[in-house]
């Protein structure tokens, strides 16, 4: 991993520089955990006094604390950014591996882009195009007339079925599976018939899928991932779902089939939403929220039970069964407390 | 994939065919995306003008449209059903490979069955017994001692511990994962014993485990999948359940350990049952449901909370610690009118 | 398997035989299925008739018990803990094999201790240490400067990503994943840039994690998982979190970034805990519990809707959205009623 200097990280970031341009960092770190070759980061004047006692070399900070401190500083509007460029800088692995691994298996009618690299015991098959500076990870199963971008990182044990498509720039976790059969069953007199599952799945450009997160592909149309969408971890996207561009999705959430996901949502962890619902653009999901209808007005909208000691819950909850009950009780009390005013 | 005349689906599909018999189709699409060599499917005369717009070549129609379309039509008491069979002919893969790859590593203590394949870098383990006309994909782990029936579908990265049982023409897609460990822990003192689970899964037949699935073998016993049992993507079964016959469950599900869920149930996406429950046949679970007590009347059965828009959501959801509270205050409301009234 | 003598199993176990020391057992089974040759348990006198019914060889018995039953019987204060150890002997695979497997992939600069299997298609790169006694299954991916301690199992399929630590005697299930890249994006103006993950995973010794389960390594700091701590299927624990020695959590549950959960907790399934909490020592969440602020005394807590039929459901669930017009109406009848009464 490369050592850069305050100066090189300056011009590459395009932001300002407070202090020598010669010195040098090679990695990042915390606040707390920085040493002296370390770049760390501030988000707020909030955090200066932690920042004063870090012994970080060097520290990006926004424009309000400017000359708060004597170490170099790398000033940026938005510290947070910047600091995941630099991060990204000074941890990029230069030293990755190009070609294809004598451990690969390769059908002859695939075609491999430039400068990309295949795996130990990753299998690629008849059709599928790779596009130039992929890092196809070890047991990688890259499925017929699969189409990837270029620049394309996927970690270890990726599944990607047959003809499915991936933009520039993803980065797919360990374990991930990118079109399989999405679950379509028509019942007939006394058993199930399997709906084969021919539509397949698109993933845009710069989109990120976590580790053992799910996307099937379509029944008959196409399940659709837009540009620049982040997945987390233990994600299910059922088929015939559309994310929407930027949306960003923490771990453990269902998305039931056919659902459209507008652009810039946030949609928390281990949230669960049903099927065949439109859910407009800018819309937050709170975590551990069900969502069983359209939601058509931006903003935060929020369905969980809060907590409760063991004991109280059992004397609270129970009464969740009666509150139409309840409801009726009290409606009888102001109609009897109206009929004595009278 | 085949191209076939309507008059060989009518022939094959048992069904009535109004039109040319020298038509021909060559895939399946939806009513909206269907050019004329496709062929769709209306489910009900609710979608007779949708169909009418469509450009598909061919129609699967209930017996209520006959007439309706001047373009073939299959007719078919179950058209979503009768349209699911038609897939499966357009769409198979005539051409699937036969034999064992070369980068397969199969024990010489495994049988293999006549027509199977066995992708590269499957491993299957001594004594293990793969059925006639399988398909194992590429990097299967095929435990010692597993069976497997004949014309079964296993996708790429899927694991079959040591010992499980599978029937006929079950399909599992990649990374689902049969017979790991049960959770099974004993407290001893000041730290956990590990209790070796040494019971297995059998599956049934017909049964289709989703990607990324996780059913447990048995602590003691086995964990039971009945025949035609369908489960989507990252489902957990734990170690001792029993999922009767034809019980179809959505993704993101959990089923507790010894839990056992009859015939013929449909189990909404995201629910949690826990352990050590008795489900009576034909229960429907809605999406996201809780469900800790034993279920013994058929019905449908919910516990979710509804959507609100967070401030709605902050102002209501705080009373739940206080329900009991209010309930009290009610009855005390009740008696003093009472007594007034008296 | 070995088969073993009650006499060897006293011994071993360090608890009291009643009955013949050289009566062989030769597996363990429960109560209801175990035949002559089998070694069964009774956990309390609750069982004492069913135990009788047995066709159990021996069994495991409380003090309580002594005398009770005919056939021998190991006496433990524990009986759970004492049969949990006499199944790990009886069913030790004592054949598994020793070495690196001809299709497993290891990087010359690898280090693999004494007595390690290194299995099919396992790819270990450079810079790992396995400790000695491993067994790495097929297909692992063990990234650039692992360390794994001494004696523990890796299923199949398991990967665990560059520079992450495992303790001695861990036990990691098939498709779990070690060490992918937390879930951390910094929004620019109107894209995502992604923020490198550079913290690692660090396991405990004694550390068993479920088939699917995902550990996220750090942001800039590292995710730390105690010693002894037990992690079912499928759970999600994200970047930075910590979580407390022997603290066991069950399957589907997710645990949001930089989150501390104590020691000894009972994390019950499908809980799913926020972000940046802190959680104290001996707590008890029970399944399907959401978590959104911290919990500072031991004890149990829950935060579950009750199951309905659904009808009943429909009636009662629509007035959560009106809970706080419903408490001002009390509150109203409440305060009308006092002033009619003075």
Redo the contacts between chains.
Sequence with gaps: MPVLTLGELQARLGVQLQGDPAAEVE????L??AGPRRLSFVVSPRYADQARASQAGALVIPPALTGEFSRPCLIAA?P??T???A??LL?DDLSHPVGI?S?A?VHPDAVIGENAYI???A?VEAGARIGPGCRI???C?IGANVTIGASCTL???V?V?RGCRLGDRC?L???C?IG??G??????????????Q?GKVELGS?V?V???T?I?RGA??DTVIED?V?L???I?I?HNCRIGR?T?I???T?I?GSTRIGANCLI???A?I?GHLEICDAV?I????????D?RTP??????????????????????????A??A??KA??K??KK?AS
Tied chains: 1, 2, 3.
């Design positions: 990695a990042v770190a915390s707390v955990s938005n947070q950014a600091f995941a460029r991060a990204s941890h691994h451990g298996v795996g130990p015991g299998v990870g070890a047991h199963f970690h270890p044990h599944t079925q980065i976790h360990p374990g599976v399989a059969d679950f379509g069953n028509a019942w007939d007199t006394d058993h199930w018939v399997k709906i084969p021919v710069d990120e976590g580790a053992n799910t099937d008959l149309d620049g982040r987390d971890n233990l299910q059922a930027n960003a923490a771990a453990c269902g039931a928390g962890g281990a669960m049903i937050q709170s975590a551990g929220t069900f969502v069983a209808k939601i903003g935060a909208y929020t369905s969980t039970q809060p907590l409760m000691a063991h004991a109280d819950w059992k004397r609270n909850a129970a009464h969740l069964r009666h509150l139409d309840l409801v009780r009290v009390l102001e009897q407390l004595d």
